[in-house]
């Protein structure tokens, strides 16, 4: 069975940064790429940033790109969101989550359905 956990959310202002993790039980870590996705109150669950299982690749929702980073520690079996610059409209829950190998492809990263295990979320509040 899988887990994910995150961690590192909170109340943060306008511009400032913060840094989530996701750590990951059971052994296969390494061999899955894992995303990030957000929602916000009254709003659908979007796609944030996915990398790869080895880590060469990295994509990004165009809300975030430049301010956000993502990456990961196949040691550690964890994935990190570096989230500099934040705005109000980066309020949500943050959710990390594994995607099967077979789906692992540019075209399908955004795709929050495909999807297998997912991690119970951390909030992140941007104050003005």
């Known amino acids: 069975q899988v887990q994910l956990v995150e961690s590192g959310g909170g109340l943060v202002q306008a511009g400032g940064s913060l840094r989530l993790s996701c750590a990951a039980s059971?052994?296969?870590?390494?061999?899955?790429?894992m995303g990030w996705f957000r929602q916000a109150p009254g709003k659908e669950r979007e796609f944030v940033a996915t990398?790869?299982?080895?880590?060469?690749?990295?994509y990004y929702a165009d809300s975030v790109k430049g301010r956000f980073t993502i990456s990961r520690d196949n040691a550690k079996k964890t994935a990190y969101l570096q989230m500099n610059s934040l705005k109000r409209e980066d309020t949500a829950v943050y959710y990390c989550?594994?995607?099967?190998?077979?789906?692992?492809?540019?075209?399908?990263?955004?795709?929050?359905?495909?999807?297998?295990?997912w991690g119970q979320g951390t909030q992140v509040t941007v104050s003005s």
């Open positions: 059971g052994r296969t870590f390494s061999s899955y790429a």
């Open positions: 989550a594994r995607l099967p190998s077979v789906y692992s492809s540019a075209a399908n990263y955004w795709k929050t359905y495909l999807y297998d295990y």
């Open positions: 990398i790869s299982s080895s880590g060469g690749n990295t």
